[in-house]
């Protein structure tokens, strides 16, 4: 039973990591592409397409650490210890984004709103690097001692295949964020945002191609749970029929179902990381990875799991209901007047 709870804590933080990552994602892309948008008033209907909805989908992050913190505390000590370094230029990211938002249009200066345009921007580069890093880094390993304690350096985190997998970060939210665009504009705004599509696919696809052969050369553990299963291998095969999906409704200007495919790739392409390194959590990098944190070995207690799985599943549904409403309230075209940004 305990072993079931802790399989049970293991897919809510990959349900809230999908959740974050398809919700905010769409945010850091626009935030990416903020600097192409031509003249303010471009720029302002890119911020208010996320302006409604940006701050709440920061909330699946944070029960992402939430649940860390509850379910696996080595885990949760581990991660905040050994990428203190990242977590903070990732925390930095996060306040930078939200203060540009807000502070962009509390005065008519160009050069005002220019500086704050910049730092949005930067915000969101900053943030979808940054957590393409650490995720690289954690199916890489990190080198842990017998206790668990993390034993290297900030700077070895940025190895070649970390940062290749921090720039497909920044590729996948750039393509999520465009076709997002795509259903929240009209008119020339809505024509200038289709020209972006097309190079943030090709730059996506490009950055999957490469970081999916760097893995399979370099990273052969990512497929030992597959090969053990075999019909696993079908979750890559829904990756990629969902990567070529979204091209193909792109361009026949079906917009709403390239945004359900664009969001159906991420959700697998966490799958596949989910599933590469299961069941670590925490792979170490030495002493033939002995020392890793699983979500078995890293679990809390079975009455602590079983109780805040009870207060989960109270709470979660109510954030679920509150940003389908948002969701529901805010939907169509983005339109500008007096209490827009």
Request: with cysteine.
């Amino acid at each position: 039973m305990q072993e079931l709870f802790q399989f049970i804590w293991y897919l809510v933080i990959g349900v809230s990591v999908i959740l974050y990552a398809v919700l905010d994602g769409f945010d850091l892309g626009v935030g990416c592409l903020h600097p192409f948008a031509k003249g303010d008033k471009e720029r302002r209907l890119m911020l208010n397409a996320i302006g409604p909805v940006w701050d709440g989908n920061e909330v699946w992050l944070i029960i992402v650490f939430g649940a860390l913190f509850v379910g696996f505390p080595p885990v949760y000590a581990t991660i905040c210890s050994a990428f203190y370094g990242l977590i903070m230029v990732l925390i930095a990211g996060l306040m930078i984004r939200a203060v540009s938002i807000e502070f962009r249009s509390k005065q008519e200066s160009p050069k005002w709103r220019i500086f704050w345009d910049g730092m949005f921007s930067i915000g969101s580069y900053v943030i979808a690097f940054t957590i393409g890093l650490i995720l690289g880094n954690l199916i890489e390993g990190i080198p842990l001692d017998h206790r668990g304690e993390f034993i290297g350096s900030f700077w070895g985190f940025f190895t070649p295949y970390s940062i290749l997998v921090g720039l497909f970060g920044i590729a996948v939210f750039v393509m999520h964020g465009a076709i997002y665009m795509l259903m929240k504009t009209e008119g020339e705004m809505h024509e200038r945002v289709r020209k972006w599509v097309t190079p943030s696919i090709v730059m996506f696809i490009f950055f999957y191609l490469a970081t999916t052969s760097a893995t399979l050369l370099f990273k052969g553990h990512m497929i030992e749970v597959m090969r053990k299963f075999p019909y696993l291998f079908g979750v890559g095969a829904c990756t990629l029929l969902s990567i070529l999906a979204v091209p193909c409704f792109a361009l026949r200007k079906k917009d709403g179902t390239a945004f359900i495919f664009s969001s159906l790739s991420i959700l697998f392409l966490v799958v596949l990381f989910g599933l590469g390194t299961y069941p670590n959590m925490v792979r170490s990098s030495v002493n033939g990875g002995i020392d890793s944190l699983t979500l078995f070995n890293s679990a809390a207690s079975f009455i602590t799991l079983k109780v805040v799985l009870i207060v989960a599943a109270i709470g979660v549904p109510m954030v679920l209901g509150y940003g389908y409403w948002i969701y529901r309230i805010f939907r169509g075209k983005v339109t500008l007047d007096e209490a827009s940004y």
